[in-house]
């Protein structure tokens, strides 16, 4: 089992950046997929991006040219620096885990990220 703890979240005005970062713990294995969920009030959770131990990166067309997704593999970290955010960005942001090795995924508790004026 994997325990992820996000951090970071936060209020921003809109045009404002934030940094989120997820900490991994527990039995990871090196083939696997990292990244970010976002779920706003009355929507359903949807992908922001998302990184591959090799570095491949899938992005949603919201976040292209704005969010930027890395990871530190020796860490067990990965990281959404996140730019120009508009109020539209406003959600609960997921860090995920995917481990081909045992087929699984496991999911953080959330940090609000909140854009307003």
């Known amino acids: 089992q994997v325990q992820l703890v996000e951090s970071g979240g936060g209020f921003v005005q809109p045009g404002g950046s934030l940094r989120l970062s997820c900490a991994a713990s527990?039995?990871?294995?090196?083939?696997?997929?990292m990244g970010w969920y976002r779920q706003a009030p009355g929507k359903e959770r949807e992908l922001v991006a998302q990184?591959?131990?090799?570095?491949?990166?899938r992005y949603a067309d919201s976040a292209k040219g704005r969010f930027t997704i890395s990871r530190d593999n020796a860490k067990n970290m990965v990281y959404l620096q996140m730019n120009s955010l508009k109020p539209e960005d406003t959600a609960v942001y997921y860090c995920?885990?995917?481990?081909?090795?045992?087929?699984?995924?496991?999911w953080g508790q959330g940090t609000q990220v909140t854009v307003s004026s």
């Open positions: 527990g039995r990871m294995y090196s083939i696997n997929l």
């Open positions: 990184i591959s131990n090799g570095d491949s990166t």
């Open positions: 995920y885990i995917f481990q081909y090795e045992t087929n699984r995924d496991s």
